[in-house]
């Protein structure tokens, strides 16, 4: 995985479709700016959670074509893709076929059946579903109330539970949500090997696992990042995905302490820096580089592989710091984002279980051009391969209307707002823009950043020093966290 800076957006983000993407990143603005383009999933026929909900991997012409993909291509930009490894939506048509068989559809076990994983484990309740032994339930982690089933009506008026950990809605027969696939089926296996095939062919070179550490279950266990089930998934999906040269990023967010990044590279995979959004916040507000020092020193001198981020679709993370910034600096960090119009996500509605703060990064930033920048920089001269936001590269502000539009759980959409062509290129005079995408470009063409350049990180509890350095070439960042100013010294 190369560190050139990686473009994020979903494929409507910047303009209607991926082609509007295309044509800008053809323009002059943004030339030699991103090698690399994370295009979020909804680029994939889909129904729930913008995306994350797939009903199958071919192209949802309407946002995406091979032409604008192939055009990419030309363009030396490759791409990160995503892969949801734990469930398939309920419109699938592996879930349509069991709904419609019931016991004669060859997918009767591409799902999991409740039922048959907890027999012996349990008590069959009335309702027709085995409510497991309470030494089981009390290791397990959920993701919402209840138990994580959805009773699936067969054709022959039998119903039966299956495991369901995200989203369900349920109307008679017709279903909606994201349905956990069994991965000891072969017909499942089957399934990731041609998605993973359909995947390289559109040009990616990253493949992104989105909740994979929840796919491997047993009886007994957390049900979530299970060991060693879910190290030894990971080694299969490997196993299918090297020969088609596609590296895999596991998504997985835990606290700082329970070192999972570190299990991670020691296994040769690379990581989500998902400390860096937190840390930056805390180092610009407070200004101190104390803690976001360490963690780059620690980075480099573990020689850990990262994607970074500021912003993301998601939010920003902040169960992550847990261990790595004293508690009440995480509640600290919480409340002057909440402060400034984020919105708070408590893990599936238990409290001090913080996931993450819902906010623009240029918001939870005060909307300071100033602040905007200095983040910018420290991301750009991090260690890793930086992920950029195209909502936090146009600066933009939290979008109260489009929650509100939203609805119940709607919170995310705060930092997703579709920018049109005009507001595009209105946002492209502004000063900030421009700024940050000189300091992207430089990250994608000075040769001091070139694979193999020796990092280097220093400085006091006020101040934070940087330099890369390749052959002759080198480029230090030198920021003042006293005064939020920054400056940048290199020779190509």
Same mark, same amino acid.
């Given at each position: 995985m190369?560190?050139?800076?990686?473009?994020?957006?979903?494929?409507?983000?910047?303009?209607?479709?991926?082609?509007?993407?295309?044509t800008l990143l053809k323009t002059e603005a943004l030339q030699n700016v991103f090698s690399s383009f994370y295009i979020l999933p909804s680029l994939y026929h889909s129904d729930l959670d913008r995306g994350f909900s797939v009903i199958d991997y071919d192209l949802n012409e309407q946002l995406a074509d091979r032409e604008g993909l192939d055009q990419l291509k030309n363009m030396g930009i490759d791409l990160k893709l995503d892969f949801i490894l734990n469930h398939a939506s309920a419109q699938s048509p592996q879930f349509q076929d069991l709904v419609e068989k019931g016991e004669a559809s060859v997918f009767r076990d591409f799902f999991i059946d409740w039922n048959h994983f907890w027999e012996g484990h349990g008590t069959m309740t009335e309702e027709g579903y085995i409510q497991p032994d309470e030494s089981c339930l009390k290791q397990m982690f959920f993701r919402k109330p209840g138990l994580p089933i959805l009773m699936v009506e067969f054709p022959n008026g039998k119903k039966v539970p299956y495991w369901n950990t995200f989203y369900q809605e349920v109307h008679g027969r017709q279903y909606l949500g994201q349905m956990d696939v069994n991965i000891q089926s072969p017909k499942v296996w089957e399934?990731?090997?041609e998605t993973l095939e359909k995947i390289a062919s559109y040009g990616a070179a990253i493949v992104r696992l989105d909740a994979f550490a929840y796919a491997p279950k047993a009886p007994g266990k957390k049900n979530f990042l299970n060991d060693p089930e879910t190290w030894e998934l990971l080694?299969?999906?490997?196993?299918?995905?090297?020969?088609?040269?596609?590296?895999?990023?596991?998504?997985?967010h835990a606290a700082y302490d329970e070192k999972i990044y570190?299990?991670?590279?020691?296994?040769?995979?690379?990581?989500?820096?998902?400390?860096?959004?937190?840390?930056?916040?805390?180092?610009?507000?407070?200004?101190?580089?104390?803690? %976001?020092? /360490?963690?780059?020193?620690?980075?480099?001198?573990?020689?850990?592989?990262?994607?970074? =981020?500021? *912003?993301?679709?998601?939010?920003?993370p902040l169960l992550d710091l847990k261990g790595l910034l004293p508690e009440e600096e995480i509640q600290s960090l919480i409340e002057r984002i909440v402060s400034r119009g984020g919105m708070v996500k408590n893990l599936h509605g238990q409290k001090n279980?913080?996931?993450?703060?819902?906010?623009?990064?240029?918001?939870? %930033?005060? /909307?300071?051009?100033?602040?905007m920048l200095l983040a910018r920089?420290?991301?750009?001269? =991090?260690? *890793?391969?930086?992920?950029?936001?195209y909502l936090d590269l146009f600066a933009g502000k939290n979008d109260h209307e489009a929650v509100r539009r939203a609805g119940e759980s709607g919170h995310k959409e705060i930092n997703r707002t579709n920018l049109s062509t005009d507001q595009i290129t209105e946002g492209l005079k502004k000063d900030v823009v421009q700024k940050q995408l000189a300091l992207i470009r430089m990250r994608n063409t000075h040769k001091a950043f070139s694979e193999g350049a020796e990092?280097?990180?220093?400085?006091?509890?006020?101040?934070?020093?940087?330099?890369?350095?390749?052959?002759?070439?080198?480029?230090?960042?030198?920021?003042?966290?006293?005064?939020?100013?920054?400056?940048?010294?290199?020779?190509?």
């Open positions: 190369n560190s050139k800076p990686m473009l994020n957006a979903y494929p409507d983000s910047l303009g209607r479709n991926l082609g509007d993407i295309v399934f990731y090997r080694q299969k999906i490997h196993a299918l995905a090297e020969p088609l040269g596609l590296t895999l990023l596991p998504e997985i570190e299990t991670l590279a020691e296994k040769g995979y690379a990581t989500y820096d998902f400390f860096l959004p937190g840390l930056v916040i805390d180092a610009i507000e407070n200004r101190r580089g104390t803690y %976001l020092a /360490a963690w780059a020193k620690e980075i480099v001198e573990k020689k850990i592989s990262t994607v970074n =981020m500021l *912003g993301c679709h998601d939010g920003i279980l913080y996931y993450q703060v819902n906010a623009t990064y240029y918001s939870a %930033l005060g /909307a300071s051009d100033e602040k920089a420290i991301q750009m001269f =991090m260690p *890793g391969k930086p992920q950029v936001w990092v280097a990180i220093s400085g006091g509890e006020r101040s934070l020093e940087i330099r890369w350095e390749y052959n002759s070439a080198f480029a230090t960042l030198y920021v003042n966290f006293e005064s939020g100013t920054y400056t940048i010294v290199e020779s190509r």
